[in-house]
């Protein structure tokens, strides 16, 4: 596995691959790596000939310093995971790599960036789709691979890729969740025993929601009220958000009917902001 920290070089390394007809996969991560991340890597190496990894965790991302400081960093543990599973390269830049002083531009999706994650991290998705424009137009992937665990981010990268037209193609991973049924999260590291437990209320509301639904409920309203019940129940779970939205635009659904909806959980355990959504 080759490791490479500068521009530079990763560059003449996917120049190589590209002079070679390999297709590239591109699989951005901050690190901290779970099988989340890694069934990512198995789907970027069956759609093409070479798998980079990046690894770097964006500061302008982040809206709270504190959040930012405390994110786990876990850089020897990711890469013996990625030698492992036969990735080709990994890309672990520093920060002045990325953004060499006045870095002046930023990518906005506003519609989509709006709700949710974005009404209450100022910045949030700007921050996120600027670094993934930056990789884009830096590693020069053919696909790039992003999971739905993070379904808004998802919806968000597709769009800005639809609107400026960028040659890459956005493969879609699935949710991954550990045996209890805990999305998998490199926060998750920061949960105690008694605090994963707790979280596990966040999976639950989705599933009720979603069995009712499948059960023959079809009234927004009384879906939300099943799976709000559930979050406020618990102690120690502080709720952000809930709510059935319509996929692609992310808008709360009024009514279910035809349309794709997925419903979309956040809450805070231990201090620790979690997300889950689940497809009806
Ligand atoms: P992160 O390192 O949190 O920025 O995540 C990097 C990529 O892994 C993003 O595309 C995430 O959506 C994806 N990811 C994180 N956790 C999971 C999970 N539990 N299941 C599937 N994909 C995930």
Redesign the pocket.
């Known amino acids: 596995m080759m490791k490479f920290t500068t521009k530079a070089d990763v560059q003449r390394q996917i120049r190589i691959w590209k002079k070679l007809y390999k297709s590239v996969a591109l699989?951005?991560?901050?690190?901290?790596l779970?099988?989340?991340?890694l069934?990512?890597v198995r789907k970027a190496q069956s759609v093409a000939e070479r798998v980079v990894v990046s690894i770097f965790v964006n500061p302008t991302q982040f809206n709270n310093a504190d959040d930012l400081s405390k994110y786990p960093r876990t850089e020897e543990a990711d890469l013996a995971l990625l030698r492992e599973l036969g990735v080709h390269a990994v890309f672990t830049p520093a920060v002045a790599e990325i953004y060499p002083g006045d870095t002046q531009t930023v990518v906005s999706v506003p519609e989509l960036a709006a709700p949710w994650e974005g009404a209450g991290r100022a910045g949030h998705f700007e921050g996120v789709a600027t670094i993934v424009s930056i990789l884009f137009h830096m590693l020069t992937p053919d696909v790039a691979?992003?999971?739905?665990?993070?379904f808004q981010?998802?919806r968000i990268i597709e769009q800005l890729t639809t609107d400026l037209h960028l040659p890459v193609k956005i493969i879609r991973?699935?949710?991954?969740?550990d045996k209890s049924g805990l999305?998998?999260?490199?926060r998750n590291e920061r949960l105690s025993d008694v605090g994963r437990k707790t979280a596990l209320s966040l999976h639950e509301s989705l599933l009720t929601i979603q069995e009712l639904y499948r059960a023959g409920t079809s009234d927004v309203d009384t879906l939300l009220a099943a799976g709000t019940k559930i979050l406020a129940d618990t102690d120690g779970l502080t709720t952000d958000y809930l709510a059935i939205v319509e996929e692609s635009t992310l808008a709360p659904a009024k009514e279910l009917c035809g349309n794709t909806y997925r419903t979309l959980v956040c809450g805070y355990v231990e201090d620790v902001r979690l997300l889950d959504n689940m497809r009806l």
Do not use: C, N, W, Y
Request: aromatic share 4%; charged share 20%; net charge negative.
């Open positions: 699989v951005p991560t901050m690190g901290a779970h099988e989340g991340h069934s990512l691979l992003f999971g739905e665990k993070d981010q998802l991973g699935e949710l991954i969740r999305a998998l999260s490199s």
